[in-house]
């Protein structure tokens, strides 16, 4: 009788951002311009190639690219250039299209992006000033529900702008709960700077958090509580590429020293399952 061979694993960014080549050199001046205040500096170039550059250096296999729509006449644009990246790429990169929340056809257009085999939706309440509970928003989440797409949210504050309400734990939690079967991935660990709140108000529920820009900053008996608390089936890694290198996000996942099937869960297995690829 033949020995089992361990189940192989790989690894699955959830949470980076690329650009059309087009686009990328301008879109990176503007953000690093403002990133460079908080002394970030990008780790690749925006590009779908720079980042494939990034992910082969870390040893990560796939990832979710979140494309941000500011203005709704972006939204289409958007929606074709991630079903390329995805017809081009489409073994590695995972393109999630962006509804901004005044863009009139949002059911439509998810629709669309269905049936080009897209598997989820990015939206961030900063830049595109509009609150994760407002009615749009809703509106969104809820045609993502219907059609078996994920939604990844930005959550808690951002660097970037003035700290509000508009991406806070309660905000996602009435969002989850106006729209309860969707896959709702809430990024920084549920809420950047605001793991309080998180521990308080979303540990528990239905609901991804992925791992960018928090395991260094989240303070050590807050990230304990989720860990011990949340279903650890409902956590991802992620970076935030271009402004985190790769390989330091990876690092400190690894470094949290969890058990092996724990840790192929958040890098692999749970990823998988929200793309249904496996």
């Known amino acids: ?11 699955i960014d959830s949470h980076v951002h690329a650009f059309p080549d087009q686009l990328a050199p301008k879109a990176m001046a503007h ?13 690749y170039d925006g590009t ?33 250039w991630s079903a390329t ?31 080009l085999g897209l598997r989820g ?20 989440a809820r045609a993502a529900e219907a059609l078996g797409l994920a939604l990844e949210i930005h959550a808690g504050y951002d ?20 729209a309860p079967k969707l896959a709702l991935v809430a990024a920084h660990l549920g809420g950047w700077e605001r793991w309080q709140e998180v521990v308080d108000q979303l540990v528990g529920l239905p609901i991804y958090f992925e791992t960018s820009y928090s395991l260094s900053r989240i303070e050590p008996h807050l990230l304990d509580a989720l860990l011990e608390r ?12 271009p402004w985190n290198d790769q390989s330091a996000a990876l690092a400190e996942v690894r470094a949290l020293n969890l058990p092996k099937d724990v840790e192929s869960a958040v890098l692999w297995k749970n990823a998988s399952r929200l793309l249904a690829i496996g």
């Open 1 to 11: 009788m033949k020995s089992q061979q361990p189940e192989q694993f790989g690894i």
């Open 31 to 43: 953000l690093t311009a403002e990133a460079l205040w908080f002394e970030i500096r990008p780790y």
């Open 48 to 80: 779908i190639a720079g980042l494939l550059q990034s992910m082969d250096a870390a040893g990560i296999d796939k990832a979710i690219v979140c494309s941000i729509a500011t203005r709704p006449e972006q939204v289409e644009k958007i929606t074709d």
């Open 85 to 115: 990246v995805a017809r081009t790429h489409g073994e590695r990169i995972f393109p999630f299209v962006s509804i901004h929340p005044d863009y009139p056809q949002v059911e439509a257009e998810l629709e669309r992006a269905a049936g």
């Open 121 to 140: 939706v990015k939206f961030h309440p900063y830049y595109m000033n509009c609150p994760a509970d407002d009615r749009r928003t809703l509106r969104i």
């Open 159 to 178: 660097l970037a702008f003035e700290r509000n309400d508009l991406a806070s734990p309660a905000a996602i939690r009435r969002l989850h709960e106006a």
């Open 230 to 241: 949340h279903d650890t089936c409902r956590l991802l890694f992620g970076s935030d590429g």
